[in-house]
């Protein structure tokens, strides 16, 4: 089910931040962050459930201005403890981010 309806024009990947965030499928959005919640809780953390909630403190921003950075950069130092391989996204715990 995915979170996002189309996009009324079609120009090929927009950045969160240029996103018109009324077209998004908030019902699927708070499903899928209760879902992650849910993970987190009853089974022991790993990358998939780190890298879900990342994903959804993105989308759960109202405008990209309002994103949780310092959640986000925390979520991502532990994501990098426990899966120390290249995809990790290590230069988010150096960002200059808020």
């Known amino acids: 089910m995915p ?4 996009a009324p024009t079609l120009r ?7 996103q018109d965030r ?15 919640a849910d993970a987190m809780l009853r089974s022991p953390l790993g990358p998939y459930q780190l890298q879900a909630a990342i994903a959804s ?3 759960q921003a109202p405008h990209a201005a309002d994103t949780d950075w310092q959640q986000i ?3 991502c130092q532990v994501l990098c403890r426990i899966a120390p391989n290249p995809p990790s996204p290590r230069s988010i715990t150096r960002s200059p981010w808020p």
């Open 57 to 59: 403190l993105h989308i």
């Open 22 to 36: 009324t077209w998004w499928d908030s019902d699927s959005i708070e499903e899928g962050t209760r879902l992650v």
């Open 12 to 18: 090929g990947l927009v950045p969160l931040a240029e």
């Open 73 to 75: 950069r925390f979520l």
């Open 3 to 6: 979170a996002a309806q189309p």
